[in-house]
């Protein structure tokens, strides 16, 4: 790790999140016109476009489509407080290939631990890529893509709440042990 090499940031033009949204999907089409050119694994189908865009912490998250991949985009406000892997400081990034999962980063959001790929765009600067689907062949449009990770989040939700309810924890004490002391000579 070279700790010396610093974040590269989102311009100050890209403030607004309309025009980081822009921005990405400019770089997004570039990239498919130029080095995906003619990969027999996209889905021409799909458009590229970004949604729920919003603030979460120290970053601004973003939901990306491509023919691609979809993916989940972290752009930080401040230089988050991890290293840069040798090899990924801007400068040495600038006229690097494109690599649609860089290096493997460890980080914190919603106090929990996370994991992502290091990316560097030019117009961008760095940013954190979690991919949500890599084989986007199934999709008829984008429409079906969002639908089919609506549908993955449903099941997670559920299953989380069943989690809950269903803790094992409280399945080793049971009911009767829990108002042993209440009863006379309990």
């Known amino acids: 790790m070279m700790p010396e090499a ?16 822009e921005a990405v999907v400019a770089v997004h089409t570039t990239l498919l016109a130029g080095p995906l050119a003619g ?7 799909l458009p590229i476009e970004v949604r729920a865009l919003r603030r979460i912490e120290d970053w601004r ?11 989940r985009l972290l752009f930080p406000d401040r230089p988050p407080p ?11 990034r600038a006229n690097a290939e494109y690599l649609v999962l860089g290096p493997r980063l460890n980080f914190r959001l919603f106090g929990q631990s996370q994991q992502a790929h290091l990316g560097y765009y ?9 991919p949500l689907c890599l084989n986007m062949e199934p999709y008829r449009d984008a429409d079906a893509v969002f ?8 099941v997670r939700d559920e299953n989380m709440e069943a989690a809950r309810r ?13 108002f042993r002391r209440l009863k006379p000579g309990g």
């Open 39 to 45: 990969d027999p694994m996209l889905n021409l189908a």
């Open 147 to 154: 639908e089919r990770w609506s549908e993955v989040i449903r």
């Open 82 to 92: 991890l290293a840069l892997p040798e090899g990924w400081s801007a400068a040495e």
């Open 122 to 130: 030019d117009r961008l600067g760095h940013a954190l890529l979690q």
């Open 61 to 71: 998250v973003l939901l990306l489509l491509t023919p691609w991949m979809l993916a």
């Open 166 to 178: 269903d803790c094992p924890m409280q399945k080793e004490v049971s009911r009767r042990e829990l």
């Open 6 to 21: 610093a974040w590269c940031l989102c311009p100050e033009e890209l403030a607004e999140d309309q025009a980081l949204s």
